[in-house]
């Protein structure tokens, strides 16, 4: 029986490692990201990497390493065809050709290209080897990193993120000599500062993570380290009968600065408690790096978790050693707070004309004042125009008034992420009613994607008119948005307006809000409406493509003249169903062919004369046309858009008769006139909830 032939041997992993100082610990995950894709993509475009190939990224704070496994020594070679002069060029044209890539003449062939002969020169080309090129392309992997700020360390020209003190690149077991960033590869990595093993020699690219575990004490992938973290304070905030809130953000953080995780439990005096929490959670979260901890109605508990970088078997110093430091971070904002009330917010507001807010638009008081005018505005329309509505407006311009007065508090100017925030607690303390203080915390809302919605009518007025100032303001003085730079916000204010907008469903044109906002400015700031409705326009439609919708969609329903932004979603969703019907193509192409033939027209009668029709198809039309405005009228006041567009359907075969048999432009005045106005009209139903020509093929 023949023995079958011995597998390939597999080809070993490539393991580089980069040892340096501390890295910065916000980037650490992305840079070790983009090490792994630019030197796994350097491997594959010269042919060293095969087609079961894999790679993997660690990083801690001081080292980023990748392995890829399945990395040849060499790749093949290759054939390459060197086109050359043409078969009719001079012998000497075709001599240096050959000279030029070290070539006779004879080695050449006539090959046929589109231009006609050529001579060609077919060679082969030898594959690269990983020990001659692997240095470099490290080195330039590095380079490519998304590296802000570089620093330069010693004597030598070399520069990156952090010095570099050390380097390894093991194909396998055996080590690839190079020089990167000034640094010779060797094998040794280092382990934990006090844990583990300070120098480790690896024995090869496959054991590197067991190696540096066991021997280093170190756990060197960063998704390991991170899920190992966060069970430890799963574990623990259980045991405590509590709960951790939000960690995404911190927890990434955290990670990037240990290499061996170990949660301990802190605690501090409740007396702090007095302060608002979300003062204490910042200021552990942000300056301590510290988990704050909460029960089960969400408020926090005189208790914290710390990842410590050592494992102890008494932790009792360390421990201790965090509840001092924090304490005077909490004594802090206790002091603030207590300052912060001894003036009230409105006592504030005057200061705040020492405070620039843009050279063309004044100061934060000339901003406020501005607000606090268009607040009212916004309220007014946004309700009914009744004493409730007028009650509304008043609170709205009252918060709007009071709105920037934090920033110039103690506590925000420690923490500017509590603007709002800090506001709405001096409000209550000063007395201000309940509707203004949440007013001014809920203005900023949404600050980013997915962020809560502000929720009374008062708080939408000021969220608005604080967004739609923005807007105006610097459009007005020609400060758009260009390219990616967006310093003032702009685009995340436009989207704001949408989201409260649509998803608060307020019955208000988006037009008559800009239009607010340029009255509550100076004449002597431009007037730009158009471009900041075209600019929330833009906004709006990468906010419905977000959520399913199609171009063609939503063309449809934005290309009318005036938007309602509530309207919008019903609309779309009645133009989707409309689409579905058998009838839709044949009406959207009619209504395209009508809007041609009124453009052509140029003026178009108010109304038509059944009187004056003399073809069938015609009156049948009217006739069809008369007997479903009922039931349309009826399905567009009640906001039923899809039912409306369903009634549509039974114009399709008198639409299309119409079509075939009736010349519309008549030589006779009266009747081209007549038809004009009767296709107005009915281009005017068909296109009430949306232009459905855009759906046309």
Known sequence: MASKPAAAPRAPTLLVELLTEELPPRSLEALARALRDSLTHALESAGLRSSESGSRYFATPRRLAVAVSHVRAAAGASRERVLGPSSKAPAEAVAGFARKHGATV??????????????????????????????????????????????????????????????VMLHGAKLIAGTVLGVASGRHTRGHRFMGKGRIALKDADGYEAQLRDAGMVLADFDARRAEIERQLQQNAKQLKASLGETGALLDEVTALVEHPTVYVGQFEPAYLAVPQECLILTMRQNQKYFPLFDAGGRLLPRFLMVSNMQLADPRHVVRGNERVVRPRLQDARFFYDQDRKQRLEERVPQLAKVVFHHKLGSQLDRVQRTKILAGMVARLLGAADEPAERAAELAERAAELSKADLLTGMVGEFPELQGIMGRYYALHDGEPPEVADAIEAHYRPRFAGDRLPESLVACAVALADKLYLLAGFFGIGQQPTGEKDPYGLRRAALGVIRILVERAFPVQLNELVGAAYRALPKDIGQAQAEVIGFILERLRGYLAERG??????????????????????QLEAVRAFSQLPEAPSLAAANKRIANILKQAGSVPPDFDPALFSEAEETQLAGAYAALQPA?????????????????????????????????MDKDERVRRNRIGFLGKLHATMNRVADLSRLAA
Request: charged content about 25%; cysteine-free; overall charge positive.
């Open 549 to 570: 919708y199609s171009t063609l969609e939503i063309e449809a329903v934005l290309s009318r003249a005036f938007v309602r932004l509530d309207q919008v979603p019903r």
């Open 106 to 167: 004879e080695q050449l062939a006539k090959v046929e290209t589109p231009k006609g002969p050529v001579y060609a020169l077919e060679r082969t080309l030898p594959g690269a080897v990983l020990a001659d090129v692997l240095a470099a392309k490290v080195e330039a992997a590095l380079k490519a990193l998304p590296v802000t700020k570089l620093m330069r360390w010693g004597a030598g020209e070399a520069q990156f993120v952090r010095p570099v003190h050390g380097l």
């Open 632 to 664: 349309f009228e009826s399905a567009f006041r009640a906001g039923d858009y899809t039912g409306a567009l369903r009634t549509l359907a039974a114009l399709k075969a008198p639409v299309d008769a119409f079509f075939d048999k009736v010349l519309v």
